[in-house]
């Protein structure tokens, strides 16, 4: 166990190696293929626990391993892994959320024939996902976050075929590198100024206390400490990765890909990179000056602006939520939004808030995602819920995980750990001595979320079918989906309610666990009683208002929406989402556009000559060297071919078989020799 | 005098002790029990027995390592003549590989034995530290190689050859013994230190200067050195394969061994200049005169060669220029590249005389047209013969490369830098020149068409081995070095 503990990169090496064989693997090897995957996959999650449970170990801090990359110059590169409780809980959470969808996946695409191709990439994803949480060198982690980028690349446009897929991944990878710019730059500041990437090296690492005092100490530009800008630049990657403002862009036009990919990607794990980065560097991000040099606040620039950004996020994006219809994009969105929740616990509550959250969305998103993955099978990849309808009937197994998620999701109390973690992001949020701005934003971000959730299980599940030519292709009835998919629901739905019993506040384990022993937690006091209530009536009053609003839509086969109907211009401004892509294609795009064509302009007038010059000199001296070598080189190589040919000739022609002519060459030899010798000796 | 204590004597050359024993066992059993058998088998057996006993001989080698200075400072052993012996027992076991179901000679007994005797000839040179022994052990392995030579009934020239190879070997001989006796007389003692310690008052005298260009010839045509070289030729065209195998790689490499551990041991206070002037006599410019006349003449004759076997001769001496200039080199980097080079030179050669033996048996003449096709009839011979061509001309990453780097890095190390720059250059531009005539071996190899009538060449099996683990052992060594230098490194 011990042992495990030292070779943590263990765990990411299984589905390396796994997405390695895969890759050569040709794709009608099926069944060998999501073996494979799964069962590294599997493994992996196996010595995950293993790691979790060292973890557990009272006074348990955390496990560093550095080594030595390469040299170059003064820099030393390092690698280097961790395992505290930041990472032991997201080994474990993406190991077992990634081995569920490994397995609903063999369900799902059943009749792809990239079938193997997928689970390569899959695994892929799984293992830079796994790199990325347990890497100590914050070098080791971008190139972690960069092969997620990839993966995501590879999985969003795994039906490249389609053109919506091919451009949704374009766009995801795209958003994220600009975000990732900041993260770079972040980590060469960070390298420059501390000399070290490493986040834990016995006291010399760029996260502890040494490294932290001297960026504090300097101010940059705006009169930012550096910590402070470095944070700002860091949080800029971490924004693109977690699609937040205004680079969230590319989430809900990932759902392009396959929807077990939605689930793993855009709502367990990937986007959670961002959150993740943020809760690793908290100490850089909370990192102020104070008396003695140092002190940690949860109101340095860097939190403040994480907090309002991901509060300004929770609302809009929930707002968005409000008048999508694709099945998926609504999910989406809502990620979008939790992941604004997220960045809000963080900034005002702690990491360990913050990771809370994470983790509990993770089981009940991936939950959602699924079931919309198994409702999307179900009928024949319809995902516009307005032509839905109805099937509790049809799908009982899927309508009640789904809802589970849906309730976990909307926060209703008690059961499910969604209620629990959010509750713990509004604490935070409320006693963040800078605003209350962002703790109001949440509440109402709670309240929509509970509608748009309800509202979608009223158009999918409740009501009656409301395609109106359904069957009329010959399309069965929709039917529930097979075993190997509706198990990992049940699962994820029995985790999402057991995990509650660890969140709450009257037995905050998981969040003790995270947070560390130092940190006592919170103490169950009138206020908390009060906050409880609250987001207990939001997510009723969301309820119900959606309850309330489509009547119509869960009791008949009706497919208009009655609000959209009411507030036709409202709908479309939401459903456009604000119209950001829009504007990004006015501004950005076409920037970018114009760019273009000044290079190309260059191009074709100005390289293009001087192109065409050099080539001609090339030409000119190419013909001169060929004169020479033909006329010079080569006539006097061939001559000295020719004597050399000779000479060997003449020396083989020496030697005739004659012994009385050997033995003379070996007496003149022995004479001269000696005659050489003698006549040299005192030359010297 | 005191009396000899003969169980460590036994002890001290427990391994030629065993070669002698393999070497009665053969002889009697092939005169009185395998008379009836054919020759193919008996050669077989032949074979096996004294690969066996070389096989065991390397084993009591490693197990009772020998007493150095024993008995009376006429023998030592270190770490480098350990080094040596190995090589050269694993050199001849490869060797007389060759001649496992071979029908090259009716005398399987007689040639065992004598191949056994040359082998021990050779061990004792490498360890001998007296100037007596010395040339008591290189007549031992002398004689042997001569009348082996002569056992090939496939070529009525042998005995022709076989007495050439003698007359120049004696001459040679009755030099170095003059040679050597000059040095006694000098310096009055045998001993390689001894000598150390007084030859540096004799430098004005010019018996010294005759002795050592006397002494020198011996070694020069041990190794094939112009002008004591021209036996090379007739020799390696008709001797049996396994006997020229031997002459060609083990002889060379004890050979070089001795020269190098003459000249830097017991020589060591005389070496002269061999950087151009101001001219001083002494040994390094002696070897550096005989190594380019090598180099010159044996790459330049091999250009006009028409036949594999005397092209293999005289490209054996010039690769003895080569290794006579990594001799100039300080003593620790010359005995590690001369070890090296000398070693995988003999594997390659071996490995060659082995796909010569395999045409031969099957009636193929040694002319170069006659190895074409060879591609189609036998890929396994064409790669091997590729291998150990290539490996000769010094192609990386074979280890014929190596070798020759780390000769000319270990010459340009003694003395100023670049003292040697000009021998190095010299040996660069001659290895260019004999990039012809490998390329000429390997082209009827790999490209011409068989001839239309000629089919499928069958290899024994134990020979397609040795020959595939030569090839192996070129490569691999080639890649990794230090396998065969150990920590030593350049």
Redesign the interface.
């Known amino acids: 166990m011990n042992w495990l503990t030292q070779h943590v990169w263990l765990i990411p090496l299984l589905p390396l190696v796994a997405a390695g064989i895969l890759a050569v693997t040709p794709r009608t090897q099926r069944r060998f293929a999501s073996g494979l995957a799964i069962s590294a996959l599997a493994s992996a999650a196996l010595l995950s626990l293993v790691a979790f449970v060292a973890t557990l170990a009272p006074g348990y801090t955390r496990t560093v391993v550095n080594t030595p990359w390469f040299t170059a110059g003064e820099l030393t590169l390092h690698l280097g892994w961790i395992l505290d409780p930041l990472s032991a809980a997201m080994l474990v959470m993406i190991t077992f959320v990634g081995s569920l969808i490994f397995i609903f996946s063999t369900g799902y695409l059943a009749e792809d024939p990239n079938y193997a191709r997928f689970f390569g990439f899959l695994s892929l994803f799984a293992a830079a996902m796994l790199g990325l949480v347990i890497a100590n060198s914050l070098l080791v982690l971008f190139v972690c976050w960069e092969l997620v980028g990839v993966a995501s690349y590879l999985l969003i446009g795994f039906w490249f075929t389609k053109p919506s897929a091919a451009e949704a991944a374009k766009k995801a990878f795209l958003t994220t590198r600009i975000g990732d710019l900041g993260l770079f730059t972040a980590l060469l500041w960070l390298n420059s100024e501390t000399g070290t990437l490493l986040c834990y090296d016995h006291g010399r690492g760029c996260l502890e206390t040494t490294a932290l005092s001297g960026l504090v100490a300097q101010t940059t530009v705006l009169g930012l400490t550096m910590s402070a800008a470095i944070s700002l630049l860091a949080f800029w990657g971490a924004a693109g990765k977690s699609g937040q403002l205004p680079l969230h862009v590319w989430l809900p036009d990932a759902m392009e890909g396959p929807t077990p990919v939605s689930a793993l990607i855009h709502a367990a794990t990937m986007v959670a990179a961002g959150v993740f980065l943020t809760a690793r560097l908290y100490p850089l991000l909370s990192a102020a000056p104070g008396a003695d040099g140092l002190a940690f606040s949860t109101a340095t620039p860097a939190l403040v602006t994480i907090a309002w950004v991901g509060a300004i996020t929770a609302v809009l994006a929930a707002l968005c939520a409000l008048a999508q219809n694709d099945l998926k994009r609504i999910l989406a969105y809502s990620t979008v939004s939790q992941l604004g929740l997220m960045f809000v616990g963080v900034a005002t509550g702690g990491p360990a808030v913050g990771m809370l959250h994470l983790l509990t969305h993770a089981f009940f998103k991936a939950l959602l995602f699924l079931g919309a993955g198994s409702v999307i099978h179900a009928n024949h990849h319809e995902q516009d819920i307005r032509r839905l309808g109805g099937l509790r009937r049809f799908m009982p197994v899927t309508f009640a995980t789904y809802a589970v998620g849906m309730m976990a999701l909307s926060g209703i109390p008690i059961f499910f750990a969604g209620f629990w973690s959010k509750d713990a992001v509004l604490h935070g949020a409320l006693e963040w001595p800078v605003s209350r701005g962002p703790f109001i934003l949440c509440v109402i971000g709670a309240v929509l979320t509970a509608f748009y959730m309800t509202r979608q299980i009223c158009f999918v599940f409740l009501g009656e079918p409301r395609a109106p030519h359904s069957g009329s292709h010959g399309h069965a009835e929709p039917h529930e989906s097979p075993a190997v998919m509706t198990a990992p629901l049940v699962i994820l739905a029995a985790c999402t309610v057991l995990l509650s019993l660890v969140c709450t506040p009257f037995w905050p384990a998981l969040e003790h666990y995270l947070s560390g022993p130092s940190e006592d937690g919170h103490e169950i006091t009138a206020g908390l009683w009060a906050l409880l209530a609250l987001s207990t009536v939001a997510s009723f009053i969301g309820v119900g208002l959606a309850a309330w609003a489509y009547q119509s839509v869960r009791t008949s086969n009706t497919s208009t929406d009655p609000w959209a109907r009411r507030y036709p211009s409202v709908a479309a401004v939401l459903h456009q989402a604000f119209g950001v892509d829009a504007l990004y294609a006015a501004t950005v795009r076409r920037i970018g556009w114009g760019l273009a064509q000044a290079a190309a302009w260059l191009d074709r007038w100005l390289w293009v000559g001087l192109v065409d010059l050099v080539q001609t000199l090339g030409q000119v001296s190419g013909w001169l060297s060929r004169k020479v070598d033909e006329e010079a080189l080569n006539g006097g190589f061939d001559a000295g071919c020719a004597s050399?040919?000779a000479?060997?000739?003449w020396?083989?022609r020496l030697?005739n078989?004659r012994?009385p002519?050997?033995?003379r060459?070996?007496?003149?030899?022995?004479m001269l020799?000696?005659l050489?010798?003698?006549?040299?000796?005192?030359?010297? | 005098m005191t009396p000899v204590d003969y169980l460590e004597l036994a002890l001290t050359f427990s391994t030629e002790l065993v070669l002698l024993v393999t070497l009665g066992l053969v002889l009697f059993l092939d005169l009185r029990g395998w008379l009836g058998s054919t020759l193919a088998v008996r050669s077989q057996r032949g074979a096996t027995l004294t690969a066996v006993g070389l096989v065991l001989a390397g084993g009591v080698l490693l197990t009772f390592p020998p007493v150095a200075d024993a008995p009376a400072g006429s023998f030592v052993l270190t770490q480098t003549t350990l080094w040596v012996k190995l090589a050269l027992l694993g050199l001849s076991l490869a060797s007389v590989l060759l001649l496992a179901g071979s029908e090259i000679t009716e005398h399987v007994g007689e040639f065992c034995a004598l191949f056994l005797l040359a082998t021990e000839g050779l061990l004792l040179m490498v360890g001998a530290e007296n100037l007596l022994m010395l040339f008591v052990a290189l007549e031992l392995s002398s004689l042997s190689l001569y009348a082996l030579t002569a056992l090939n009934r496939r070529h009525p020239d042998a005995s022709e050859a076989a007495l050439k190879y003698f007359l120049i070997g004696s001459t040679a001989a009755a030099g170095t013994l003059f040679g050597l006796s000059l040095l006694y007389g000098l310096t009055g003692t045998l001993q390689f230190s001894l000598l150390t310690a007084r030859i540096g008052s004799h430098i004005g005298d010019p018996l010294l200067w005759a002795g050592l260009a006397l002494t020198l010839a011996g070694f020069a045509f041990k190794v094939a050195a112009v002008p004591f070289h021209t036996w090379a030729p007739d020799v390696y065209q008709v001797a049996p394969g396994p006997a020229a195998a031997l002459v060609a790689a083990g002889s060379k490499l004890a050979g070089f061994l001795v020269l190098l551990r003459l000249l830097h041991a017991g020589l060591a206070p005389i070496p002269g200049t061999a950087s151009g002037l101001p001219f001083q006599s002494g040994w390094m410019p002696a070897v550096a005169l005989l190594a380019v006349a090598s180099m010159a003449v044996g790459n330049l004759a091999a250009l006009a060669q028409t036949r594999v076997r005397r092209l293999l001769a005289w490209s054996a001496i010039a690769q003895a220029g080569y290794a006579l200039v990594g001799i100039l080199g300080p003593t620790t980097d010359a005995t590690l590249a001369v070890q090296y080079f000398a070693f995988t030179y003999g594997l390659a050669v071996v490995g060659l005389f082995g796909v010569l033996e395999a045409l031969a048996a099957a009636g193929e003449s040694d002319e170069i047209s006659s190895l074409a096709g060879l591609w189609r009839r036998s890929p396994l011979l064409a790669v091997c013969f590729t291998t150990f061509v290539l490996s000769l001309a010094g192609i990386p990453p074979l280890a014929g490369f190596l070798g020759k780097f780390f000769l000319f890095v270990a010459a340009l190390k003694r003395g100023q830098p670049l003292d040697h720059l000009w021998l190095v250059a010299v040996a660069l531009g001659f290895s260019v020149v004999s990039l012809y005539y490998y390329l000429k071996l390997l082209k009827p190899v790999l490209v011409a068409d068989p001839a239309p009538e000629v089919r499928p060449l069958p290899v024994p099996r134990l020979l397609a081995l040795t020959l595939v683990v030569l090839a192996a052992a070129v490569l691999v060594l080639g890649i990794f070095p230090t396998l065969l230098l150990g920590s030593g490194t350049l």
């Open positions: 050399t040919q000479t060997g000739n020396l083989s030697q078989g012994a002519r050997y033995l060459f070996v007496a003149v030899g022995m020799l000696t050489w010798l003698i006549l040299g000796r005192n030359a010297g």
